[in-house]
């Protein structure tokens, strides 16, 4: 997965002068506040996942004008996105597929001022959002109590809902949204090796070790938010409105990141990257490259330093023709 991630990644970059791309601020855990304007493909290497966002129509709304002279559109779209159990080396096993998996509904209404007339000139858009998604996780977990299939396949369902807005004003873009939902705790748990012994048709035995979640420190069905805020600055103005300079748009991000999870206190998980956008079009964010501290207070006590908890993630994305 994360070497698919990097391919795209790099393709990316290859193809940014012949694609229209979309915007991707995901932090480390693939929460984000801005979200895809048009069809997208979007990789996220820390998380890991693909993720894939279908427009199944963009309307002009029936009052195309409000009062203050923005245009109006609805949109519609879905979403499904698809990643490997963290700690488990291989998508597929004996088992069957070991994935995570969301599909969900996405609603937006946009405003957006009519395109300036100079390339100096300030543009500015908005968009109130409203998504809601279903999730299904299967991980192994163990259980050294059970005589036969120590370890094994666990599911279980989640729900997230999610409102936010997300816009531009000039050479700034900004996004605030929170969600909340109900999801199981297997982010918050490590993997253990286990041995198990099994016996060939010769009468030999072997030994052969799997990795899996301890069932006993497994728990679902928790209550679990997440408050998040974007801001991104574009660096090189004169550089992306000047069509023959070979220097693409270059974003600064911070991103605000507050996560709730039952049973766990609240941790606050900032981040900060560097994003490069599409030339002649940098508002259309095509890869960036991340850094975020996971529970900057260390809300948890945990032993690990602030580095130990410090996350690095690559993050690309292409439109959909």
């Given at each position: 997965?994360?070497?698919?991630?990097?391919?795209?990644?790099?393709?990316?970059?290859?193809?940014?002068?012949?694609?229209?791309?979309?915007s991707i601020f995901e932090d480390s855990k693939g929460e984000s506040s801005i979200k895809a304007f048009k069809n997208s493909i979007t990789v996220n290497t820390a998380d890991p996942n693909?993720?894939?966002?279908?427009?199944?129509?963009?309307?002009?709304?029936?009052?195309?004008?409000?009062?203050?002279?923005?245009?109006?559109?609805?949109?519609?779209?879905?979403?499904?996105?698809?990643?490997?159990?963290?700690?488990?080396?291989?998508?597929?096993?004996?088992?069957?597929?070991?994935?995570?998996?969301?599909?969900?509904?996405?609603?937006?209404?946009?405003?957006?001022?009519?395109?300036?007339?100079?390339?100096?000139?300030?543009?500015?858009?908005?968009?109130?959002?409203?998504?809601?998604?279903?999730?299904?996780?299967?991980?192994?977990?163990?259980?050294?109590?059970?005589?036969?299939?120590?370890?094994?396949?666990?599911?279980?369902?989640?729900?997230?809902?999610?409102?936010?807005?997300?816009?531009?004003?000039?050479?700034?873009?900004?996004?605030?949204?929170?969600?909340?939902?109900?999801?199981?705790?297997?982010?918050?748990?490590?993997?253990?090796?286990?041995?198990?012994?099994?016996?060939?048709?010769?009468?030999?035995?072997?030994?052969?070790?799997?990795?899996?979640?301890?069932?006993?420190?497994?728990?679902?069905?928790?209550?679990?938010?997440?408050?998040?805020?974007?801001?991104?600055?574009?660096?090189?103005?004169?550089?992306?409105?000047?069509?023959?300079?070979?220097?693409?748009?270059?974003?600064?991000?911070?991103?605000?990141?507050?996560?709730?999870?039952?049973?766990?206190?609240?941790?606050?998980?900032?981040?900060?990257?560097?994003?490069?956008?599409?030339?002649?079009?940098?508002?259309?964010?095509?890869?960036?490259?991340?850094?975020?501290?996971?529970?900057?207070?260390?809300?948890?006590?945990?032993?690990?330093?602030?580095?130990?908890?410090?996350?690095?993630?690559?993050?690309?994305?292409?439109?959909?023709?």
């Amino acid at each position: 997965m994360k070497k698919l991630a990097c391919l795209c990644f790099a393709l990316c970059f290859a193809a940014h002068s012949s694609y229209a791309q979309t915007s991707i601020f995901e932090d480390s855990k693939g929460e984000s506040s801005i979200k895809a304007f048009k069809n997208s493909i979007t990789v996220n290497t820390a998380d890991p996942n693909i993720a894939l966002d279908f427009n199944t129509f963009q309307r002009r709304s029936t009052t195309p004008k409000s009062k203050a002279g923005y245009d109006k559109f609805e949109r519609l779209g879905i979403l499904a996105k698809l990643k490997a159990n963290e700690g488990v080396s291989a998508l597929k096993n004996e088992d069957g597929f070991l994935v995570d998996g969301q599909l969900g509904l996405y609603y937006g209404l946009k405003n957006s001022l009519p395109a300036p007339i100079k390339t100096d000139e300030e543009g500015e858009a908005y968009e109130t959002y409203f998504s809601a998604n279903i999730s299904l996780d299967r991980s192994e977990v163990y259980d050294l109590t059970r005589t036969k299939d120590v370890v094994y396949a666990k599911s279980s369902t989640g729900w997230k809902a999610e409102i936010g807005r997300f816009g531009y004003v000039g050479n700034l873009l900004y996004g605030v949204g929170a969600n909340f939902g109900y999801s199981n705790n297997i982010e918050e748990l490590s993997t253990k090796s286990i041995f198990l012994n099994s016996t060939s048709l010769n009468g030999n035995t072997a030994v052969k070790s799997k990795t899996a979640f301890d069932i006993t420190e497994y728990k679902k069905n928790l209550f679990n938010s997440n408050l998040n805020g974007d801001i991104a600055l574009l660096l090189n103005r004169q550089a992306a409105a000047d069509s023959s300079s070979e220097t693409p748009p270059i974003f600064a991000a911070l991103h605000f990141r507050a996560n709730y999870l039952d049973s766990y206190k609240v941790r606050l998980n900032p981040a900060a990257g560097i994003y490069l956008a599409k030339k002649g079009a940098p508002r259309n964010v095509v890869a960036g490259l991340n850094f975020q501290i996971l529970d900057l207070l260390n809300s948890q006590n945990e032993e690990s330093s602030a580095w130990d908890r410090l996350s690095i993630s690559l993050n690309a994305g292409f439109q959909i023709k």
